[in-house]
C-alpha cells in the first residue's frame, strides 16, 4: 500500500482537453497542484492548471523535464505513444498503470482481453486484408462494423457492412490500418458504469448511466438508466471484474449494451469518462475527483447518488444555446474554454439536476 | 443593460486567496479565464488561474499591465486601497462598484449607510479618544465593543468592553487608529444572506444560513437556518435593499442578528463570502458562479437549495483531520492550497449534504 500524496504535491496529466481540465479542478479541491502537457497551444485545461507543457509527444527533453516536476502521471486519453509512456515511467509512477493502456489502445487486445476474463463481447474478427474479411463476415455475418484497431473513438475510423458486397468499400475506409470487424449486436439501449479502484484494491462504482448517440457522438447520458435491479448489480460486477483484473488504479468507463440475453461489454475506456460528466451535480465526490483520488493513494470517496441527471453534451453550435441554457432553472452549465465552436467538438455541458426518483 | 462578456473574455480577481480561487474555477465554467492580481508569492488562486501578477497594490505599472489584459474586475476582498481602485477604474470596469467599497471598507461609513436606507444595527458612536469613548458609553452603555473602523475582519481589531473600566485599556487596543463603538445586542443567533444583484438590476437571494463562530472565526453555517417564513423573508428583502441602495452588481454576504425584536444587520461583505461555501453542493449554481455571472453581465442563475448542508471550516490543524474526513460518506472536501497550517488559518472547509428537509 502506497503512502498518500501529501496536500500540495503534483499532479501531471498527459492530454489538455476538457477531461484533464476538471481533472485539474478536482485535484486543486483536494489541495493538489496540477501540470498539463499537451501538444496543442492553449490546452483548455491549461486556464485552470498550474503549468503546461506544450510539447509533441516525441519531444525527450521536454517530457523529462515534465516528469521532474511531478509527483504522479495519470492521463486524459488513451492513445499516448508508448515511447513517451517509456521515458516517463522511468521517472514516475504512471497511474492507470501500463497494462491498461495497452488493453484499450487496441480493439483486438481489448476484446481479447474482456473474453479472456469471461465477459461477453460482440463476436470480432481481426482484418488486414480482403481475404481475412471475407473468411470473418463469413463466419460473424452482415450486418457488421469493420473498425480500425487503433486510435478510433466518437465514430471515427469506423465502416458498417450491410451486406458482402460492401466490404471493398468498408476495407478501403481503413487506409491500410488494420482492422476488427465486430458483429452486430441488437441491443436495446447502452449504458455505462463509471468506476473505481483504489491503490489498496478497494472498488467504488456510480450507478450507472443510460447513453444517446448522435451522429456517433455521445449526445445524453440519463441516470438513473433503464435497468433491472439485476441488471444494474451485473454492470457494477462486470466493472469490478475488469479493474481487478487490470490491478488498475484509477477511474475507468465501461461502456454496455443491454440485450435480451444480458449485459455485453462494448468497449472500455482507462480514464474518466464523457457519460460520467453527471457526478458533478449528483453525487458529493464526483468521477474527477475520485480520479485522482485513487491516482493519489488517497482512499475512494462516497460517490453515492443523490440526484437523477439529464448530461447534455454541448456540441459545436450547440453552444449558441448558452443564453437559454444559463436561464435554465436546475440545470448546470460547464463550458471547456475552447475558442472555437467546429462541428463535432465538444464545447461543453449541462447537468440537468432532479430530485432523486 | 450591458451586453454579456462573451465566452474567452478574461477576468481580473483582485486577491488570490481562497475566494479568488473558488472564483477562478467558476469562471472557467463558464468558458472564462482569470487573470489574478496578489501581493504575496504564489497565491492559491494562482494554481487554477490562466495568469498571477505578484506585486504589491502601490506599483502602478504592474496594475496598469494586469487592467490592460482583461475585460473586467472584481475582487475577493474588500480592502483594496483606494488608489489602486482609481488606477484600476480608469482602465477598466470594476464590479462590485466602488460605492459598495466604500460603505463596507468602513465601519461607520457602513452603519450610517444601513440605517439610511431604514435597516436596523446595533447602536454605534465614532470613538477618536477617551472623551468620545466616554460620551459614547454613557449613551449606549457597557457592555459595548470597540472596533477599528477599518480593515477589521475575523474577530481581529476589536475590544470588549464590559464595564466603563475597561474603555482605556480598549482604546489602546485600537492602536491609534480611529475607531467606533458598537452596543451590545442580545440575539438568540446569527444568519447570513448571500444575495446577487444583476446588471439589469435582477437579483437573487440563496436560503439563509445560520453561522456558528469560533474565537471570532466563523465555524459551521447550517441551511436550512433556524427562522420563521417571515424572518426568513424579511432576511431576503434586508438583502434586496442593501444591492438595490448600491446599485450593487455581483454577489454581497449580508449577516444578521436574530433577536426577538426581529432582524439586526450585523454587517455586510460586498463579495462572495464564507458563509456561501454551502451552496457548492446544496445548488446547480454556487455564489461563485453566480458572482461571475453577474460581473460578466449574464443572467443570474437558479441558486435554488436542493439539499440540507453543514459547511464546516477547516481552520488550522483541523486540515490534520483530512484522512477521516475523506472517508465521511455525503462530505465534500474543498481545500484551498495553502502549503503551512498556522493556527487561525482557514485550510478548506468541508460541506455535509444531506437530503432536504
Redesign the interface.
Known amino acids: 500500500m502506497t503512502t498518500?500524496l501529501p496536500?500540495?504535491s503534483v499532479i501531471g496529466i498527459l492530454g489538455g482537453g476538457q477531461l484533464g481540465?476538471m481533472l485539474?479542478?478536482a485535484a486543486?479541491?483536494?489541495?493538489?497542484?496540477?501540470h498539463i502537457y499537451e501538444p496543442a497551444a492553449n490546452p483548455p485545461a491549461?486556464?485552470?492548471?498550474?503549468k503546461t507543457f506544450t510539447a509533441p509527444y516525441e519531444d525527450a527533453a521536454a517530457l523529462a523535464d515534465f516528469a521532474a516536476g511531478v509527483d504522479v502521471i495519470t492521463y486524459e486519453f488513451e492513445n499516448v505513444p508508448t515511447a513517451a509512456l517509456d521515458l516517463l515511467e522511468a521517472a514516475r509512477p504512471i497511474r492507470p498503470n501500463r497494462r491498461a493502456l495497452a488493453v484499450s489502445q487496441d480493439r483486438i487486445a481489448e476484446k481479447t482481453f474482456l473474453s479472456g476474463i469471461g465477459l461477453r463481447t460482440a463476436p470480432f474478427a481481426p482484418v488486414n486484408d480482403l481475404a481475412d474479411l471475407d473468411a470473418a463476415l463469413a463466419r460473424i455475418g452482415a450486418p457488421a462494423i469493420l473498425k480500425t484497431t487503433r486510435l478510433g473513438y466518437d465514430g471515427k475510423g469506423q465502416a458498417r457492412i450491410k451486406a458482402a458486397g460492401d466490404a471493398p468499400g468498408a476495407l478501403a475506409a481503413m487506409q491500410g490500418a488494420s482492422a476488427v470487424l465486430e458483429g452486430f449486436v441488437t441491443f436495446s439501449h447502452e449504458v455505462s458504469v463509471i468506476a473505481a479502484r483504489g491503490v489498496d484494491g478497494s472498488v467504488a462504482a456510480y450507478d450507472p448511466g443510460e447513453n444517446v448517440h448522435r451522429d456517433g457522438i455521445l449526445a445524453t447520458t440519463t441516470v438513473p438508466a433503464r435497468l433491472t435491479a439485476a441488471q444494474q448489480q451485473d454492470a457494477v460486477l462486470i466493472a469490478a471484474r475488469i479493474l481487478n483484473a487490470l490491478d488498475y488504479v484509477g477511474v475507468l468507463g465501461v461502456e454496455l449494451f443491454v440485450t435480451p440475453q444480458g449485459l455485453l461489454v462494448n468497449e472500455i475506456a482507462p480514464r474518466v469518462h464523457n457519460s460520467g460528466h453527471w457526478t458533478q451535480?449528483g453525487c458529493?465526490?464526483d468521477q474527477f475527483e475520485q480520479h485522482i483520488?485513487a491516482v493519489a493513494g488517497?482512499?475512494l470517496?462516497?460517490g453515492?447518488r443523490?440526484?437523477d441527471v439529464v448530461m447534455e453534451n454541448l456540441i459545436g453550435e450547440d453552444?449558441d444555446r448558452?443564453?437559454d441554457l444559463?436561464?435554465?432553472?436546475?440545470?448546470?452549465?460547464?463550458?471547456?474554454?475552447k475558442?472555437e465552436a467546429r462541428p463535432g467538438r465538444k464545447m461543453?455541458h449541462v447537468?440537468r439536476?432532479r430530485?432523486?426518483s
Not at 486543486?28 to 496540477?34: E, T, V
Not at 491549461?46 to 498550474?50: C, H, L, R, S
Not at 444559463?326 to 474554454?337: C, I, K, N, S
Open positions: 498518500p496536500p500540495g481540465r485539474s479542478v486543486a479541491r483536494l489541495g493538489y497542484r496540477c491549461g486556464q485552470v492548471a498550474e451535480n458529493a465526490v483520488r488517497l482512499p470517496g462516497d453515492g443523490y440526484a453552444v448558452l443564453p444559463l436561464r435554465e432553472a436546475r440545470t448546470a452549465v460547464h463550458l471547456y474554454g475558442a461543453g447537468n439536476i430530485p432523486r
